[in-house]
């Protein structure tokens, strides 16, 4: 027979569970609707300093701007966005094994792959694994601002210059609604001249009449690529750090929604049980008084 108080307290257990799952759910719901607003909001100008970093690197020779430089790609860096905190369901793991198989892809062509991680899941989940993470970036999320990336781009960029690594990629989730979040892996540096960005369901547009027309640069063409690089690479790095929290936002809400239901089906699967075990001992205790009773007579 059931232990009626062991099931009672596991019912008690798993109501307080609901409770704080339930309570993760709307505080995630909260900052979701905030996170999503900035990340949508930024994209227009992110995707407008993207193509026009494209336009003028189809339209100047590599060696106009050392960011430019195309070099053998023998080492790489991918700067990975994870989350500091848990209960978000697959987030962070769907990011870290599309970067493990990148980064195993890499090396089976002979190119040397480094990490620089956002995020303290990501951090552990590289380093438990022995992978080279050269940089932890962390503290970035109680004070999501642009101002805190420009060390990161700057730092990354002298790295780049000095000829540390070859090539910039980074990995995060790109938001598309609260139950899809979509894992992306762009290259940065040096700039991708193909990755031109336009809206779901346009071609991209492409003139080979303008591509061959020299642009002309006021005051200068140095002037103009040092202003605009720095730009371009913390715009990268700040958008995709938006769109990394928008996403978390996102499958932390649903990851305790799903937690939520699936405390309440197993209180009604308990509470079956625990009445069946009840009415097991109120039959066995009459049974016990009949048998007495028929035993005095």
């Not at 970093?53 to 195309?70: D, G």
């Not at 040096?190 to 003139?207: A, C, F, K, R, W």
């Not at 640069?217 to 690479?233: A, N, S």
Request: one cysteine or more; a negative charge; charged letters at 30%.
């Amino acid at each position: 027979m059931a232990n009626l108080k062991a099931i009672k307290k596991r019912i008690q257990g798993v109501r307080g569970t609901q409770q704080l799952t339930r309570a993760m759910k709307l505080v995630a719901a909260a900052k979701l609707r905030r996170a999503q607003e900035a990340a949508v909001q930024l994209r227009p100008y992110a995707e407008g300093i993207h193509n026009t970093i494209v336009h003028l690197a189809r339209r100047v020779e590599s060696q106009a701007h050392p960011l430019l430089t195309r070099r053998e790609m023998k080492k790489v860096m991918i700067l990975l966005y994870s989350s500091d905190r848990g209960m978000c369901g697959s987030f962070n793991l769907n990011i870290s094994r599309e970067a493990e198989d990148f980064i195993r892809r890499q090396e089976e062509a002979g190119v040397e792959v480094t990490l620089a991680v956002i995020g303290k899941k990501g951090n552990e989940y590289f380093r438990r694994r022995g992978y080279k993470v050269v940089h932890h970036y962390h503290d970035l999320f109680a004070n999501i601002d642009y101002e805190a990336i420009e060390p990161i781009g700057e730092e990354l960029s002298k790295k780049y210059l000095s000829g540390d690594y070859d090539a910039l990629f980074v990995a995060y989730n790109w938001f598309r609604s609260a139950v899809l979040q979509k894992v992306t892996l762009t290259q940065v540096l040096p700039v991708d001249l193909d990755s031109e960005i336009v809206e779901e369901g346009e071609e991209t547009p492409h003139n080979d009449e303008a591509d061959t027309i020299p642009p002309i640069f006021e005051p200068g063409r140095r002037e103009i690529l040092d202003e605009l690089f720095p730009q371009y690479l913390n715009m990268e790095i700040y958008h995709a750090l938006l769109e990394s929290v928008a996403s978390e936002m996102g499958a932390r809400m649903t990851a305790m929604e799903n937690a939520t239901s699936n405390a309440e089906d197993l209180i009604k699967r308990l509470t079956l049980i625990y009445n069946k075990a009840r009415q097991e001992t109120i039959t066995t205790e009459l049974m016990d008084i009949v048998g007495g009773a028929e035993a005095i007579k």
